[in-house]
């Protein structure tokens, strides 16, 4: 309201002088501004929709336009029936299939089927705090240059060390997911927001609980994440872990 009294207040001093500090005059143009405003609802409106302040409904407009919504799809592979390839076993995580008579009741197998429920539900509906970051990604993806400078720095703007990019230098890049899966990292790699150049491939490492397994190349570039073969004098307290393909998807 305070806004409002000085809007009015400068309409009211744009009076020409000979009707300036006339009081009807003074009214007339103070009713009309008040009018005209009504009561700061376009205002409201305007602060309503602001990204940094908006919530709930307000929140799901914004999304709307930007082209994002807060539900996800998480499916939980754990426990799912299913007919792995002989080469594909075990699978992780376990995948069942059809049970026979002289089994069913003395192993694990417990064969459970994939539903609607576990595909996407109302426990997928992101709070406004992630639904908030959500949207600043989707938006950051629609305006962002897309250099290697520009997503380092957006991607550790948004989640510090905890997702990081690498550049492969063959026209892919990978994403190394080094902290628990919350509602939020989820959410995003459901949606693709992950930020890559166009015609660039890339894929998602997840579960990285410390320095992997890898290589320096022939210049002698040494990731600080990555350690290669040990050698006798120190393989008993070389860091690193092997990376297994259920850890590592495409987007």
Do not use: W
């Amino acid at each position: 309201m305070s806004t409002v009294a000085q809007i009015v207040d400068y309409y009211v001093g744009l009076l020409i002088i000979q009707y300036h500090n006339k009081p009807k005059a003074m009214a007339t143009i103070s009713l009309l501004v008040n009018e005209f405003l009504c009561n700061a609802i376009l205002l409201d409106i305007l602060n309503g929709y602001d990204i940094e302040t908006a919530v709930g409904v307000q929140l799901d407009v914004i999304g709307k336009y930007v082209g994002v919504d807060r539900f996800f799809k998480d499916v939980d592979l754990i426990d799912l029936f299913a007919i792995p390839a002989y080469l594909d076993s075990p699978t992780s995580p376990p995948q069942y299939g059809f049970e026979t008579y002289a089994t069913f009741a003395t192993d694990n197998d417990l064969n459970g089927t994939l539903t609607y429920e576990k595909i996407i539900s109302s426990n997928n509906l992101l709070i406004d705090e992630f639904y908030r970051q959500i949207i600043k990604l989707k938006i950051l993806q629609n305006t962002i240059n897309h250099s290697d400078a520009a997503i380092d720095a957006a991607m550790f703007a948004f989640f510090g060390g905890d997702v990081r990019p690498e550049e492969m230098f063959n026209m892919h890049m990978a994403y190394f997911v080094t902290a628990n899966e919350t509602s939020l990292i989820r959410a995003v790699l459901a949606k693709n927001l992950l930020l890559k150049p166009m015609a660039v491939g890339a894929v998602v490492v997840k579960d990285v609980e410390g320095l992997m397994f890898g290589f320096a190349d022939y210049a002698g570039f040494e990731s600080p994440y990555a350690y290669g073969f040990s050698t006798y004098a120190n393989y008993a307290s070389l860091p690193g872990q092997v990376l297994s393909y259920s850890q590592i998807s495409a987007i």
